[in-house]
């Protein structure tokens, strides 16, 4: 079976842009969240969906942006992107909107210039 | 406010050298404890799920235990493969936020 898949692996932006990244999650799971990496840091939480609706957000500006489609895919937007948004993105899917252990994907090193 | 705090930040051990990593939480509630590996530049592999105190999960060279107050992640006879990040999260019961503490970074020597 396959396992979360993340779009792009890498992307490099200059200041001011947006992006996009993309999630696929678990076949059967229906819970998508993304987490934010710095280098030598835990992962913080950004959103979690289920079922298509915003379950959480964490401490996070309006600049980021998520939602979930149909198929329980997911997308993350970040609006007028600055230097500190450089980060490994992550996301994770898991069978159920809390309890349940989450599976991640491998991430998307977004570098911003 | 939920936190968790993980130590030592870095651990380092000769092959075979058995050791244990700590991780501190508060919460108001516990749903549940997660334990992760993550290897550079990946994203995190789940270990063990612990939901109650007095609870124990073991694989292969590894064993979680749980107490109300903290989390041990105990490494038997570590083998250089078993060297990344080892990241302690938890979600706290009346959210759906699950938090992260910033991991413990071992190295096993050969």
């Known amino acids: 079976d396959a396992g979360v898949t993340q779009s792009p692996t890498h992307l490099i932006k200059t200041r001011g842009q947006h992006v996009t990244l993309r999630c696929s999650p678990i076949?059967?799971?229906?819970?998508v969240s993304w987490y934010q990496q710095v280098l030598g840091q835990g992962p913080q939480f950004i959103f979690q969906?289920?079922?298509?609706?915003?379950?959480g957000r964490g401490n996070f500006p309006d600049r980021f942006s998520a939602r979930q489609f149909p198929n329980y895919s997911s997308e993350l937007n970040v609006n007028a992107l600055l230097l500190g948004d450089s980060a490994l993105y992550l996301c994770?899917?898991?069978?159920?909107?809390?309890?349940?252990?989450?599976?991640f994907g491998q991430g998307t090193r977004l570098t911003v210039v | 406010e939920d936190q968790v705090t993980q130590s030592p930040e870095a651990l380092r051990l000769q092959e075979g050298e058995s050791s244990s990593l700590n991780c501190s939480y508060t919460?108001?509630?516990?749903?549940?404890l997660f334990w992760y590996r993550q290897d550079p530049g990946k994203g995190p592999e789940f270990l063990f799920t612990?939901?109650?105190a007095g609870e124990e999960k073991e694989k292969e060279r590894l064993k979680a235990t749980l107490t109300k107050k903290e989390s041990f992640l105990h490494i038997t006879a570590p083998k250089p493969e078993d060297s990344a990040t080892y990241l302690c999260?938890?979600?706290?019961?009346?959210?759906?936020?699950?938090?992260f503490g910033a991991g413990t970074r071992l190295f096993v020597k050969a």
């Open positions: 076949s059967g799971h229906k819970s």
């Open positions: 994770a899917s898991s069978m159920l909107d809390r309890g349940t252990e989450a599976f």
């Open positions: 919460v108001s509630g516990l749903r549940g």
């Open positions: 999260a938890v979600q706290p019961t009346g959210g759906f936020k699950t938090i």
């Open positions: 969906y289920y079922e298509k609706e915003e379950r």
């Open positions: 612990l939901y109650s």
